[in-house]
């Protein structure tokens, strides 16, 4: 008891926490404001997307439509205020090409007898703000720069000066790195002569979608001639009307049956073309073949079903082929024509099934590969030398995507078709002539140089450009003296003008409120890591 009381009387005298005063609050609002601008100067600055040169990885002044033929939502670039705020006349869905006119060209048309309905017009659309990031400030810093996995990395989304008056801040993703050789050719990147194949967390940034079967098109687009759709080779088919959004093949006593897919309305029998289409942007021709892809769903087999289901696609004169049986047996094929004649591989494994499983087979920079509930089956990999590629694009056909069946039941949800990044390279002028780092036109980075280009190829003022905007002003003053001297090089952007990369969509345009569309609210649910 005496021990107790004692205690008791120790934490009666323990003296009781006073409140600050008013200097002392005031000082602690000093401090914490005093921390935060450090970390936003050093260590977080932040930063507003303003254009779309980096789009579909990052929006800058947009609006968000969802078009009435096939219900796919888009982003689409705001290139000035007012009722019309676009460069072309029309804008146009890139899942199904629907295009959309002002009234005025829908008026103007109409009295070229072109019949436009309804659905085919559109008022005036709400901006949203691009989107607002986070950036490493100091990864770049001198003191960081050299040490391993903290300094620049290719395929990094770069905050950087731009060259041409060392104020403006862009933001590109990084591609060269110094005393590299870079060049462009048919859309891939070659590092000194070998092309440079993108990490798998850079990949999953650069599919950009292309067609997707929950966005099946009412009706064929008559203005632009397309009509994507997966069509049966084989009448009676065992598949289900391929205008739903889910495919079901009932056909267990079926020998094979395939679906192709096309694009060119009233044809079943030529294949879709892939090509770098952005909804984001104002139409330009042309567009380039794009031989890169991936064809993705999730399947779920009968409990009863033998069989199989094969995902195949033919890129030139490879053809890479995933077949799926319910017993989880998964087997990849490639078959191509090489100077010894007709050749093929094939690889096998066995994956876990249980209910439905997603399954992607996709081809991109000289790779290909199926994915299936977690385990992947590579092809052999098959060298692209500089010259191939260029031959390649001279006698590029359209990929050739497939999906069969045969002896199984099955049902197929989200099917969908993404496309690889595709940098343009050729009709490119900058300041010095033909672009820069193109086809047939590669530059060799010096020791403190580096190269970046846009997400957004056709619609990026970048490396290609020598970040052409500021007339016959090339370069700021910063970089006029290097410039005469020979220290630096159009095109590139020197080591000390690299600000950081960014990592993190923490405020993703705005989302209207209320009926009069006032855009306050961010759009929450696009927050997102940068890759």
Known sequence: MRTARSATKTARAAPAAGRE???????????FFVFLLVLKTFFLPLFIIPTGSMAETLYGQHTLHTCPNCGFEYAVGWIA???????????????????????????????????????????????????????????????????????????????????????????????????????????????NDRLEAKPASAQRSLWFPYFSQD??????????????????????????????????????????????????????????????????????????????????????????????????????????????????QLTLQHSWTGPQGPQDERRATRVALTGPVGIELYHVDGRAAVAVNGTTLSADGYELTPDAARARARGRSFPRLRIAAEQTRLTLRHVRIDRDVYYTGDQIVSPQGPGIGVDGHPITLGADEYFLLG????????????????????????????????????????????????FFVYWPGFLPLGPDRLTILPDLGRLRWIR
């Open 21 to 31: 005063t008013w200097q002392e609050q005031t000082a602690s609002f000093v401090n």
């Open 81 to 191: 205020p007012g009722r019309w705020p676009f460069n072309t006349p029309f804008i146009q869905c890139p899942n199904c090409r629907w295009r959309q006119y002002s009234a005025r060209e829908a008026q103007l048309l109409r009295s070229r007898g072109q019949p436009i309905g309804a659905d085919e017009i559109i008022g005036s659309l709400p901006s949203m703000a691009g989107d607002r990031i986070f950036v490493h400030g100091w990864p770049y810093d001198p003191l960081f720069r050299h040490v391993p996995g903290l300094g620049p990395r290719r395929w990094d989304v770069v905050v950087f000066r731009v060259p041409t008056d060392g104020d403006t801040n862009y933001i590109k993703r990084l591609i060269g790195l110094p005393g590299e050789k870079i060049e462009i050719i048919d859309g891939d990147i070659f590092v």
């Open 215 to 328: 966005y099946v098109p009412r009706r064929p687009s008559v203005a632009s001639q397309y009509h994507p759709r997966w069509e049966p080779q084989t009448r009676p088919t065992g598949w289900s009307d391929p205008a739903q959004r889910v495919l079901r093949f009932d056909g267990a006593d079926r020998p094979r049956d395939e679906l192709l897919f096309v694009t060119v309305p009233g044809n079943p029998r030529a294949p879709g073309e892939i090509i770098d289409l952005y909804g984001y942007n104002e139409l330009r021709k042309p567009e380039r073949v794009v031989p890169d892809v991936r064809l993705s769903a999730e399947v779920e087999f009968d409990e009863a079903a033998a069989g199989y289901l094969e995902l195949a696609l033919e890129v030139d004169r490879h053809a890479f082929t995933a077949r799926l049986a319910p017993d989880g």
């Open 455 to 502: 997400d957004n190829s056709p619609n990026s003022q970048d490396g290609r450009y020598a970040f052409w905007h500021t007339g016959l002003d090339w370069v700021g003053p910063h970089l006029k003296q290097a410039l005469a001297e020979g220290r630096y090089q159009l095109g590139t952007v020197p080591g000390d003008q690299l600000i950081g990369p960014a």
